[in-house]
């Protein structure tokens, strides 16, 4: 029991690491960028406040607070000098976060011209605002899995956190959106905007499926080495398979993947809200990208040439 619990309380450590890693560089690389592209911060003081509370003490506690589960019994204990944050953990981290960036970025330099709005005012950001959070409810599923497993609903009932956590989010988010106001800089959305908003942030499930096919695995000088010989170890991991339970739960996290995004299109074609055109505007947004990765790869060559020349001369 002793060796169960404490695996389980480094795993959760990990998945509200994984979290929280995702979020921070999402919103600190955001705000950066849209200083160099002349936009104001998308994310307003108070909107930082939620955002913070979302990531650190309701994130802490939905994924801190995961029952123990017998398949960690199977794995080789880390050395006390592992890492906190592995392979996998940084893939999955990386991959959400250049998601979340690059279609948060594209939406608040051609958002505006999407929706019709005026842009840079407080709709504009606000639609912007809340693609930024319902991609962090739903990466917050993905969090639960910080290796490779696509099975992210394993367990998921017997955590009334998670699942209360997530249902005031959601209820919270629309508060905020509706009714903020001044305090919050927020304009209500339309019913096609929320729609179409997560819809958006809903590709965060698909796309966490298919991160987990990237081969990345643990590195295995991070685990201790053990007198224990490959039956016994063989034996423990038995444990892991989850039966039954396991089988449901894994064809219900692939319904979820699937079932939430096209149940979301599915729901636009009933309300007769037409889909967002989101290549306005990619063209030359790539144009500009494209040119900025070309400047600091110059800029980095020619330093390093320098460098070079410098350590040939002495």
């Known amino acids: ?52 509370l979302i990531m650190d003490t309701m994130g802490a506690l939905a994924l801190g607070t995961e029952s123990p589960d017998a398949a960690v019994l199977g794995r080789s204990p880390y ?3 592992a890492s906190l944050v592995s392979r996998p953990m940084w893939r999955n981290v990386l991959v959400q976060s250049a998601f979340q960036l690059a279609i948060l970025l ?32 739903f990466n917050e599923f993905n969090a639960r899995s910080i290796a490779s497993s696509v099975n ?24 905020i959106v509706t009714y903020g ?29 298919l991160m ?11 685990f ?6 490959e039956d016994l170890q063989g034996k423990a991991g038995t444990t892991s398979n989850g039966g039954y339970t396991g089988v449901v739960s894994t064809a219900l996290t692939l319904v979820l993947i699937a079932g939430v995004p096209l149940g979301l299109v599915m729901l636009q074609q009933d309300m007769g809200i037409e889909p967002l055109d989101l290549t306005v505007g990619l063209e030359s947004l790539l ?8 400047i600091v790869a110059e800029e980095a060559v020619a330093i390093v040439a320098e460098e070079a020349v410098a350590i040939v001369a002495e």
């Not at 990237?214 to 991070?222: A, C, F, G, H």
């Open 1 to 52: 029991k002793a060796v169960l619990w404490g695996r389980t309380v480094f795993d959760n450590i990990r998945k509200f690491l994984q979290f929280q890693l995702t979020v921070n560089v999402t919103a600190l690389v955001l705000t950066l960028l849209s200083a160099m592209y002349g936009y104001e911060p998308p994310l307003n003081a108070v909107q930082m406040l939620w955002v913070n």
């Open 79 to 81: 050395k006390r000098d």
């Open 106 to 137: 594209h939406l608040l330099i051609n958002g505006a011209e999407m929706w019709g709005v005026e842009d840079g005012s407080v709709l504009h950001y606000t639609l912007v605002f809340n693609v930024f959070v319902f991609c962090q409810v």
């Open 152 to 175: 992210i609903l394993k367990g998921i009932l017997s955590n009334v956190y998670f699942i209360g956590i997530i249902v005031f989010t959601v209820a919270a988010q629309y508060g």
């Open 181 to 209: 106001g001044d305090w919050t800089k927020t304009a209500p959305l339309t019913d096609a905007q929320w729609v179409q908003t997560v819809t958006i942030a809903s590709a965060t499930l698909p796309l966490g499926l």
């Open 212 to 222: 987990r096919f990237l081969p990345v695995s643990e590195n295995k000088s991070q």
């Open 224 to 229: 201790a080495k053990l007198s224990l010989d």
């Open 287 to 294: 144009g500009e990208a494209s040119q900025a990765v070309a």
